[in-house]
């Protein structure tokens, strides 16, 4: 088994890295595009928030595998209207579709992260905020985001490890990402012990993702004393005690 490693760690090392650009490109992507799409979710207009709740009902309701193989071989069905469109060079890469595919999944599933931290915030402290004359703008970027970011944190976390692993589909497409390199050795070597060595890439990969997430966890919410919190008024009547004195 150490000399099957041995051989194959730098391919291994290169699949890895692959992995790792795919799950990181794409989840950063759908975190920049889910905060305004998880607000349009909860808004009243129906016009509004349909159109959210049916693209976020077909990529939670349906597997990820699918969803690549609609994208990179159904988009084969169309080429004249996507070359004609400029876009052909984008579908028929496999590392493109990959991406694509895999941002609107996590984008789909950090909307309602994001949806269920955002109704999660207290409305008491909206109210003191509205009261003492604070904008929309400036309730958002004070009170509202940064409450549901520390609600939503350990979520989104799990979701980038999902991710991580769900991702592991590219390599159906041709992709040489970590399992990719791993089908690749075991085809050369019929040794079972590649996708052993492949499960313990991921885990290693995943459990310094889980360190490296709970020490910016800690960091973020360092201002939170967790053994005397539930001792102290929330921050909503605190507010309103401090409005009602001043007042």
């Known amino acids: 088994m150490l000399e099957l490693l041995i051989t194959y760690a730098p391919k291994f090392f290169d699949g890895a890295l692959m992995t790792l650009k795919l799950t990181f490109i794409s989840v950063s992507i759908a975190a920049l595009l889910s905060l305004p799409l998880a607000i349009l979710r909860r808004s009243k207009n129906s016009a509004l928030q349909l159109p959210i709740r049916l693209f976020v009902s077909f990529f939670r309701g349906t597997p990820l595998l699918a969803q690549l193989f609609l994208v990179y071989y159904g988009s084969g069905q169309f080429r004249l209207e996507l070359t004609d469109?400029?876009?052909?060079?984008?579908?028929?890469?496999?590392?493109?579709?990959?991406?694509?595919?895999?941002?609107?999944?996590?984008?789909?599933?950090?909307?309602?992260?994001?949806?269920?931290?955002l109704q999660a915030v207290s409305s008491g402290e909206i109210e003191a905020?509205?009261?003492?004359?604070?904008?929309?703008?400036?309730?958002?970027?004070?009170?509202?985001?940064?409450h549901a970011y520390r609600i939503a944190f350990p979520a989104l976390g799990n979701e980038v490890i999902l991710m991580l692993k769900g991702g592991a589909i590219a390599s159906v497409i041709t992709l040489m990402d970590l399992m990719g390199r791993t089908r690749q050795a075991f085809s050369q070597t019929f040794d079972i012990s590649v996708y052993f060595w492949a499960a313990l890439f991921y885990l290693l990969i995943t459990s310094a993702f889980v360190v490296a997430w709970r020490l910016l966890e800690r960091r973020l919410t360092r201002h939170i004393d967790y053994h005397g919190v539930n001792n102290l008024p929330s921050t909503s009547s605190a507010t309103m005690t401090g409005l009602n004195n001043a007042s």
Request: proline fraction near 4%; charged fraction near 15%.
């Open 129 to 146: 905020a509205v009261a003492i004359g604070m904008t929309r703008r400036l309730i958002y970027q004070k009170i509202i985001l940064p």
């Open 85 to 117: 469109l400029g876009l052909w060079w984008f579908f028929r890469d496999p590392l493109y579709c990959a991406l694509f595919t895999f941002t609107l999944n996590s984008t789909a599933y950090q909307i309602e992260i994001l949806r269920g931290a």
